[in-house]
């Protein structure tokens, strides 16, 4: 008898480390190629030489016959989703690498947030309370009135915002359509959505900027391939905690090769946040309701 995809939890912890350095991958390659080239200008290369990653399979899937709610629906979701891209780059070049990780983590408290108000799920005392753990652990990481919030702060915020409300949809879109065919609408939908914002502020990029681009989008596929293979291995509860990693190779990166100072606070903030979404992860097992939360790593860039 072959082994169900939850008894290798070893197996889906490894591919979940895997995805882990392939996100901290992506942060510091943009971290590296700097303010030069707009942020607008950035996301829109990242989805464009990402395209190349979908061209076996795109035709086929957008076959698929869609009627016109659905592409309004795809359509919204890309404008939204390429707007929180925008300002993920943004943040990226205004703060350090593990505050952007850190407070990414704060997408899928959202989406548990936007799925009370708008898809009716309940939110239990046990659930409110997370999210109230992982807002405090937010404000530990930005910490008002004892520093300024700068707005890569503010852009980060409203990033994990919008990221939180493109999965909303998703889940909605995914109820109707297979989730390949919502994958292949996004990728085209963002890259569409923010060629005008690039056209405004367009430089041309250097072949080293090119490059450091496409290996920007070579990560980020690789990490989210790798995190449907951990998801197949293992339960999303076993999964989850391994990406606080995530913030400790930030953390490490940054001070060892940009100079950015270790902030116990951040660490602390966002082990609060990860803690919440890691609770909400599970209640949400322990009641065998259908998935709303997403794992930290499922609205990443």
């Keep these: 008898m072959s082994d169900a995809p939850a008894s290798r939890p070893l197996l889906g912890i490894f591919w979940m480390l895997v995805t882990g350095l392939c996100f901290v991958a992506v942060t510091a390659l943009v971290k590296y190629l700097g303010p030069r080239v707009p942020p607008q200008e950035q996301a829109f ?32 979701r890309g404008l939204l989703h390429a707007g929180g891209v925008m300002l993920w780059f943004f943040a990226m070049t205004q703060i350090p690498l593990a505050e952007v990780t850190a407070m990414n983590y704060l997408s899928p408290v959202y989406v548990t947030i936007g799925a009370a108000l708008f898809l009716g799920e309940k939110l239990a005392a046990r659930r409110i309370a997370a999210v109230l753990a992982a807002l405090l652990g937010a404000v530990v990481i930005l910490r008002p009135g004892f520093r300024e919030v700068s707005p890569g702060h503010l852009a980060m915020l409203l990033a994990a915002l919008v990221f939180g409300g493109s999965y909303l949809l998703a889940k909605v879109l995914s109820s109707r359509v297979s989730p390949a065919l919502v994958v ?51 339960p999303v509860t076993v999964t989850q905690p391994v990406t606080f990693l995530q913030l400790v190779w930030a953390t490490a990166l940054g001070a060892l090769v940009f100079g950015e100072p270790v902030d116990i606070w951040v660490l602390t903030g966002g082990g609060l946040i990860l803690g919440a979404v890691t609770f909400i992860t599970w209640r949400e097992a322990v009641v065998r309701r259908r998935t709303i939360t997403p794992p930290a790593p499922a609205t990443k860039v």
């Design 184 to 234: 292949a609408h996004l990728s085209i939908w963002v890259t569409l959505a923010l060629a005008p914002f690039a056209a405004a502020v367009w430089v041309t990029p250097t072949l080293n900027e090119l490059v450091i681009l496409f290996g920007v989008a070579c990560f980020a596929t690789a990490g989210h391939y790798t995190m449907t293979l951990a998801f197949r291995e293992a």
């Design 45 to 76: 290369l990242r989805y464009v030489l990402g395209l190349v990653f979908m061209l076996p399979v795109l035709r086929p899937i957008l076959r698929q016959r869609t009627d016109r709610r659905l592409l309004a629906m795809f359509a919204g």
